[in-house]
Structure formats: structure tokens, C-alpha cells
């Protein structure tokens, strides 16, 4: 069976104007995949959107209700940083059930990947950051609920620190929250993640990949996750407009291929989300996140998974 990918048109809602940009870099990515033969056609898997009960595993039920029918105050609104829509609800839930079902396919083939995920900054009762749903969280405790896994390993490689997964899990030692990321950078109040690595503004490729290497494999022999959620942020790249790192496309390559690498070799199956990447060419920015794809069919044929 080849490398699956999550994929759903529903991605790509409509945003009014001027606020289109975290919405088209999906379209672009599938395209990319297909145009460049790193996918094909029967590779995608359609999710089904994520039920209530199932956000309601890690989120306030009168959150999730206020955002799902549109009534979230204007403050609450603004911290997320998306307008709303009846879209923009579709398009969150059916990101959270396709995290959902990467984590499941890893499970049952070692290796999975959706072309959207990685809201970290959202929080039990508000989002923050363009992040609504925590998808993570929301993945991690539904397949626990279902008895798929006990102990999960999050990687997180966004630029930025994956505040909303630390807070919702502090007190959980079932779930390792393990964040690398720019430490003059958003949020500007951090939580404690199980172990925070704060790098310094303008960090090059290898000394990026030397620091992860310092942790990774210690993390997954010590804690031995039944899966790993993988969120491949590419924002720490150097033509991120909200990055401050400077990675190169190599760069970004080489620690895609580090991590699923070390955890694959292992023998851990990993579930790969996108996670933030912003610029202003898409086209090179859809480029940026179809590393992590070209890795893992890189990795998932050498493996023979």
C-alpha cells in the first residue's frame, strides 16, 4: 500500500476578501503533490469531520458551540485572527478529523501524513493564532478514548512554541509535549511544555539539525510513545515572514527526513501534520510544506512500510 495522505477539498473554504491566505496553501500543496508525482491519486484519504464529541475530548462545550454556531464574542474573534464563517467551521472540523485519521493510518502503516493541522495555540476554552481546535490534542485523546494507543510523543517544530498543546497537557504524563522552537517569537507568554528547547533568532540548517539530534532519539528511548503526532511547522524557514529562524528548503528537507528517520528506525509510527508556514508567494510556501511529503515518501519506500 503507498504512503497515505489526508486530503479534502473543504480545506480550501472561502474567506472573504483579503483574508484568503490560510486557506489556499492547501489547494496549492495537492496540486504540487500530484503535478510533481510525489503522490498519486489513491494515495489521498477523504476525513470526516470531527464530531462534537470528539472536540469536546479536549475543549469547553460551550466553546466549541459558540464557534461552531458563530456566536464567539468579537475579543474571542480576534484572537484566533480568522473572520468567521459557516466555511471556516467546515473547513476547522474537517482539519481535526483528518489529523484524527492520519494518527489512525499511521497506526496501521507506520507512517501517515495530512495536508493541513498542527493548530497549536488553540487552548481548552479559546483559540489564539489562527488556531481554533487543537487537532493534536483533539487526535491524541480520541485515539487513547478508543484504546489505539496509551502513551504519545508530540514533536513540534513550528517556529513557534505549541502553547496550547503544553497547557492542555501539564499534568499528563500519558503525553510528551516536546517543543523546539524561536524563542524571541509568538507567544510572548510560553507554557511548559514536557521539554522546551528555545533557539536564538537566525539559527542556520546545521546547527537546527545538531541540536534536534541532541534530543530526539533519548526522547523516544526514554518514553517509548506508541505513536508520534509530528507537527513540521515550516515557518522555522528563512523566508517565513514570522519565522526568525533561517532554514533553507535543505534544511527543512533535512529534518524532515531526520525525524521520521529516527522515529521510523525505531519502530514508532509517526503521524505528520503541516503545521504554520507564512509567506507571500504560495506557490514557494506550498513548496516549503510538500517537504515533509517528499520525506515521507522517501522514508516510507526505503522502509518498506
Not at 510572548?188 to 542556520?204: A, F, I, N, R, Y
Not at 503545521?275 to 507571500?280: C, I, K, L, M, R
Request: hydrophobic share 40%.
Amino acid at each position: 500500500m503507498p504512503l497515505p495522505i489526508i486530503y479534502h477539498t473543504d480545506y480550501v473554504a472561502a474567506l472573504p476578501a483579503g483574508h484568503r491566505f490560510p486557506m489556499t496553501k492547501f489547494r496549492l500543496l495537492y496540486e504540487l503533490l500530484l503535478a510533481d508525482g510525489v503522490a498519486q491519486s489513491n494515495q489521498f484519504w477523504q476525513p470526516e469531520r470531527a464530531s462534537q464529541a470528539w472536540l469536546e475530548q479536549v475543549h469547553a462545550a460551550d466553546y466549541v458551540q459558540a464557534f461552531c454556531e458563530g456566536s464567539l464574542d468579537p475579543k474571542a474573534q480576534r484572537r484566533i485572527g480568522l473572520p468567521w464563517s459557516p466555511a471556516l467551521v467546515q473547513r476547522t472540523c474537517i482539519a481535526v478529523g483528518g489529523t484524527v485519521l492520519t494518527a489512525q493510518l499511521a497506526l496501521a502503516h507506520g507512517l501517515a501524513c495530512n495536508t493541513a493541522g498542527g493548530t497549536h495555540h488553540a487552548f481548552p476554552s479559546y483559540g489564539s493564532g489562527f488556531c481554533i481546535f487543537n487537532d493534536l490534542a483533539v487526535a491524541t485523546r480520541v485515539l487513547q478514548a478508543l484504546g489505539l494507543v496509551q502513551r504519545v510523543l508530540i514533536v513540534d517544530l513550528d517556529v513557534h512554541q505549541g502553547d496550547g498543546t503544553a497547557f492542555i497537557f501539564q499534568d499528563d504524563p500519558t503525553v510528551f509535549t516536546f517543543s523546539m522552537h524561536c524563542q524571541v517569537n509568538f507567544p510572548g507568554t510560553k507554557q511548559q511544555s514536557s521539554l522546551d528547547v528555545p533557539l536564538p533568532e537566525g539559527l542556520e540548517d546545521d546547527a537546527y539539525l545538531q541540536t534536534l539530534a541532541a534530543y530526539l532519539p533519548d526522547l523516544l528511548s526514554e518514553f517509548k510513545p506508541d505513536l508520534v503526532l509530528y507537527d513540521a511547522g515550516v515557518d522555522p524557514h528563512i523566508g517565513d515572514r514570522l519565522g526568525k529562524l533561517a532554514l533553507t528548503d535543505s534544511g527543512i528537507f533535512r529534518r524532515d527526513m531526520q525525524v521520521l528517520s529516527t522515529c521510523i528506525g525505531q519502530g514508532y509510527p509517526v503521524a505528520s501534520v503541516i503545521g504554520g508556514g507564512y509567506a507571500d508567494d504560495l506557490r514557494s510556501l506550498a513548496y516549503r510544506h510538500s517537504l515533509l511529503h517528499r520525506a515521507a515518501a522517501e522514508v516510507y519506500c526505503q522502509r518498506r512500510l
